[in-house]
């Protein structure tokens, strides 16, 4: 037996086997994707989850199924979501939410990250102040300017004649929202937020928030923290500026215990196999396994879920920690109530 088709089947194995005690069910999120990858996580996901609107994750987050439910979500905008990905998710009837950076869409500037592999590719070893752990360290405006002037220096663009690497448009955006799709938004830009000030992080929340709803005349169903990084106080600061969903890259599944603002995502790539994309899955059950790929690693293990007891609902306990982190800083740890 080949590796591929063993590691095949321990996945499905494995992932049948948790089904069987697990409630609740994935948020899973992706970024590009061709065609043909497209057909293959739809395929290998719809055989043990039932895809589900983002409108309807609360409701299912509270029922019991035969089948977990699957919430498929893109981040950051590419135009390839809009031209290659959606047009065959609505041919085969998946719905899915995509997280767009308000900034990008409809411009002319590549992602600071597609520049970066733009000069990983032509430079192969890059120096130590352009390593990418270096990068996710700095605020914005700092990452930006350095991969402005490396590029510059080097002679290195991003080719946005590709669909994978270029922004979709606004109107790309609104056609989703037409289609049935949910579009929600990812930052104002793609800074990692919680290298932010306090106060550029909550505009740069706010005002993608502000201009999703602005742009497809409607409410903005929810708020994906760029990479991933968040803390309690940014997630409740994007649900209070009417984001109805506020999600992570925690990478476990969701159920009860987590509430609207504080969702978890299981990260799967393009070049993922049937095998791997279950054996992830299965992992992401046991809730500790895997490690953040927000560059945090296990962290998320030592935060705690709400259990819901009679008479407290997520919005009351919203209310209770947003009283009591009022004058809290944005980027210390914060005790979760109970």
């Not at 043909?36 to 055989?47: D, K, P, S």
């Not at 990418?132 to 405006?141: F, T």
């Not at 999703?212 to 005349?217: K, N, Q, R």
Request: charged share 20%.
């Amino acid at each position: 037996m080949s590796f591929d088709r063993a590691l095949n089947r321990a996945g499905r194995l494995s992932l049948e086997f948790v089904r069987w005690f697990k409630t609740g069910g994935v948020i899973v999120n992706e970024h590009v994707l061709s065609l043909e990858q497209t057909r293959r996580h739809v395929e290998v996901l719809g055989r043990s989850f039932d895809f589900i609107h983002l409108s309807d994750l609360q409701n299912r987050i509270h029922a019991r199924n035969k089948k977990p439910f699957c919430l498929l979500t893109f981040d950051d905008g590419k135009r390839s979501n809009a031209t290659v990905v959606a047009p065959e998710l609505k041919r085969l009837g998946v719905p899915a939410a995509f997280f767009v950076v308000t900034s990008s869409l409809g411009g002319h500037t590549p992602f600071w990250f597609d520049r970066y592999w733009a000069l990983r590719a032509k430079l192969g070893t890059l120096p130590q102040g352009l390593a990418l752990p270096v990068l996710k360290q700095l605020p914005y405006r700092v990452l930006a300017a350095r991969i402005e002037q490396a590029c510059a220096q080097y002679g290195v663009e991003a080719d946005l004649r590709n669909d994978d690497i270029c922004p979709m448009s606004w109107e790309e955006a609104r056609r989703l929202h037409q289609q049935g799709f949910s579009v929600g938004a990812h930052g104002h830009t793609h800074a990692i937020l919680t290298r932010e000030t306090k106060a550029d992080a909550f505009e740069n929340i706010a005002t993608s928030i502000r201009m999703v709803s602005a742009e497809i005349a409607a409410p903005c169903p929810g708020f994906a923290f760029p990479n991933g990084n968040y803390t309690p106080e940014l997630a409740l600061h994007a649900f209070d500026c009417g984001a109805c969903a506020v999600l992570t890259t925690e990478p476990v599944w969701v159920d009860e215990t987590f509430p609207l603002w504080r969702l978890p995502r299981v990260q799967l790539f393009c070049g993922h196999s049937a095998g791997v994309i279950h054996l992830k899955l299965a992992l992401a059950a046991s809730g500790w396994m895997l490690s953040n790929p927000d560059g945090t690693g296990r962290g998320y293990r030592a935060m705690r879920r709400f259990r819901r007891r009679p008479g407290h609902n997520s919005e009351s306990l919203i209310e209770h920690f947003a009283a009591g982190a009022a004058g809290s800083a944005s980027h210390r740890p914060v005790n979760l109530p109970e």
